[in-house]
């Protein structure tokens, strides 16, 4: 199978469409997850302090960041490269106050549920559907998940168990936020669902879930 590449995954996960990339998503547990991977990235980023509040970084700190990556002038650096060292600065500069990449959006908790153990599963956590500048967002924090062979994917259900939307991959911390596609009624899909899913290309719930709640509403 022939993965997406990291720019468009990336665009994905700042909230850039795109339906190639998004049906791929479908079949490939593995862009998955690191799409998941990137929206956490992405939403610490934004979460952090106002550009107002930071003050200019010390000559120093970019003297550090220079020397340790040895990089000189006119130095041809690699994309996939550039992509690792945004990623990483995202974190340092935000450690340190020196920059935001984005205002933080006004984020606003609109329902919340416990994620409960399935029987036998050891799993716990909480979901929160909330309301940010660019939609609803659903935010996912597991605790106690089993390092095992196979992928976690976060899922929206009917009150029934019929009826089922796949939100995305859940990374290894147990922590993601999703945005939600515009125009879903969370009321006909209140119930939140973490499950493992084996890495078989089949893109249907594996039915085996680790934990469970409904957002009430």
Not at 65 to 88: H, M, Q, T, W, Y
Not at 193 to 204: H, Q
């Amino acid at each position: 199978m022939t993965h997406r590449d990291a720019d468009r995954l990336a665009l994905l996960a700042l909230g850039e469409p795109d339906p190639a990339a998004e049906s791929h998503l479908v079949y490939c547990p593995d862009c998955t997850a690191e799409l998941a991977a990137l929206r956490e990235v992405v939403t610490s980023a934004r979460s952090g302090p106002r550009p107002e509040e930071l003050q200019a970084p010390p000559d120093q700190v970019w003297k550090r960041i220079s020397a340790e990556l040895e990089l000189k002038p006119g130095r041809r650096i690699r994309r996939d490269f550039l992509l690792v060292l945004a990623a990483c600065l995202v974190g340092v500069l935000a450690g340190v106050g020196v920059v935001s990449l984005a205002d933080r959006p006004d984020v606003r908790t609109l329902s919340r549920a416990a994620l409960e153990p399935l029987p036998g599963k050891p799993a716990h956590g909480a979901a929160e559907v909330q309301r940010t500048g660019s939609g609803l967002r659903l935010s996912v924090t597991v605790d106690d998940l089993p390092r095992v062979a196979g992928f976690y994917e976060v899922w929206l259900l009917d009150r029934a168990a019929g009826r089922l939307i796949s939100v995305g991959g859940l990374p290894a911390s147990g922590r993601a936020a999703f945005a939600l596609p515009a125009g879903l009624d969370l009321a006909e899909f209140p119930v939140v669902d973490v499950s493992l899913e084996p890495y078989d290309g089949d893109p249907a719930h594996s039915k085996n879930s680790f934990a469970r709640g409904t957002l009430p509403g």
